[in-house]
């Protein structure tokens, strides 16, 4: 008797020093839970909330957990008035079932846990993937939502899905089907961002899958029209499509042209003639910048060569430089480049930075700008006054010009507001010993202020629009005979 006293005393002692050190191990306080049985509760309804919230196979928040974050996003961005952007994407396994099939649902699960982790791997900060159902994820993006970057996502996406997968020394090949709904765009409710997502996936799928849709037609031609005009770029250069136009620089104490400004011009069989405005950032994004941007710099020295031999020999070019071409280290060996083949003497070429270009990495556009100021070369900033940076940087810049942005130029009339920007950006000119250029100069009005006011140099329509080299030629030659 005594022994099973004994015993079951040491049985009750054992299972309250496990609870004790359970409590201590989840630091639980006396105050919050006053008895072991609420404890337990806690515990049990944490378990049926997990269970209610997350897929138990893959670990990842199941459809009911994800349409609360679509819901509670939708509700806050309602509330900002600056309408911030959501992308739903729904995708779906294209023939998921074949592999249920042949390898039964365990390896089925297995592989899907494995897709998970891929998709996980590579989604953008703040967004949120789920396993909505069977073979279906989804995914909620919140920051940076724009057409092309979802475009980009949805293209890794189907890229990394398609990556064989192994089980079991076996390769299993997959591919899938994506849809895309924005908000606010195509539903301003987690029900219509769904309902248009799914839709998109069924095209997707209806057209062989492998495939990304977005609900929209109109930004399913935007997507097409990229990709499109992607290829077109790439062959564009061997094809002979780019040339270069020329836009007249004058002095305005003179009035004599100087110089040009050179300004490509892409024209293309099928699109007609393409803006710089269209490719350009098409070209950063894919690299081709690299291989255009050294073309360019080396036609313009190129024709530019060819004038000072015809005689105009006082004649500047100027030279578009993009972001990715400047950061790039071989840069300064590009421009050495341009100038050794054509023979241009360096103090006529100037390359147009804008402040974005520079301001990606200020130190190493410091250390570039000074070897370029050591070849002789000069350097200007183009579209001055629209970047976001403080003006303390300029001072410490090694900069030749400032060519003040044309939106400003296009309203400048007396009494404008935009004339004290001017004046302010001529002064500053002068006080840093640079020369001032104003762009998109359309009036003579215009001319006559920015006379008044000091300005060094002018450009724009109202003086010549940008040229073919063989148009511009001709009108250096006609000055010529006056
Ligand atoms: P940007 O360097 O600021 O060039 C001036 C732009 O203003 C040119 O447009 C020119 O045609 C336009 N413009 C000139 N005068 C006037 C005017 O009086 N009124 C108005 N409204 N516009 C005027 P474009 O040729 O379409 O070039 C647009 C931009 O594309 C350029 O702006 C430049 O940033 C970029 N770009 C052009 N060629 C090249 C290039 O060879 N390389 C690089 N990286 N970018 C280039
Ligand atoms: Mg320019
Ligand atoms: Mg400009």
Known sequence: ??????????????????????????????????????????????????????????GLPNRL???????????RFSKIRKHRKLAVLFIDLDRFKMINDTVGHYAGDIILKQLAKRIQGLLPKKS????????????????????????????????????????????????GSIGVSFYPNDGITTELLFKHADTAMNLAKQQGGNKMKFYSTEMNQQVLYKLELEGYLRRALEKNEFHLCYQPLIDLASGEVYGSEALIRWEHPKLGLVSPGEFIPLAEETGLIHEIGKW??????????????LG?????????????????????????????????????????????????????????????????????????????SSLSYLKDLPINT????????????????????????ITMGHGLSVKVVAEGVETDEQIALLKELQCHYAQGFYIDRPMKSEAFEKGLAKLKAL
């Open 402 to 425: 400032l060519k003040i942005d044309r939106t400003f130029i296009n309203n400048l009339k007396v009494n404008s507001t935009d004339i004290a920007i001017v004046k302010a950006i």
């Open 296 to 309: 360019v710099l080396k036609k313009a020295c190129q024709e530019n060569k060819k004038w000072h031999d």
């Open 128 to 175: 949120f993937l789920a396993r909505f159902s069977g073979d279906k994820f989804t995914i909620l993006i919140t920051e940076d939502v724009d057409v092309e970057k979802i475009a980009d996502i949805g293209q890794t996406l189907l890229h990394i899905i398609a990556k064989p997968i192994m089980y079991e020394a076996r390769e299993f090949f997959l591919t």
């Open 312 to 388: 105009y020999d006082y004649l500047a070019i100027s030279v578009n430089v993009s972001a990715n071409q400047f950061q790039q280290m071989s840069f300064i060996e590009v421009v050495k480049e341009a100038l050794e083949e054509t023979g241009l003497p360096p103090q006529y070429l100037t390359l147009e930075l804008t402040e974005g270009v520079m301001l990606r990495n200020i130190t190493h556009s410091v250390i570039v700008m000074k070897e370029l100021q050591k070849l002789g070369v000069k350097v200007s900033i183009d579209d001055f006054g629209t970047g976001y």
């Open 1 to 58: 008797m005594v022994n099973l006293v004994l015993r079951t005393y040491s049985f009750v002692y054992k299972q309250l020093k496990d609870i004790i050190e359970l409590i201590e191990q989840h630091k639980l306080t006396a105050e919050k839970y006053k008895t072991i049985e609420a404890f337990y509760e806690k515990k049990a309804e944490e378990k049926v909330a997990c269970l209610a919230y997350f897929d138990a196979e893959t």
């Open 65 to 75: 957990h994800f349409t609360n974050q679509v819901e509670d996003y939708v509700q």
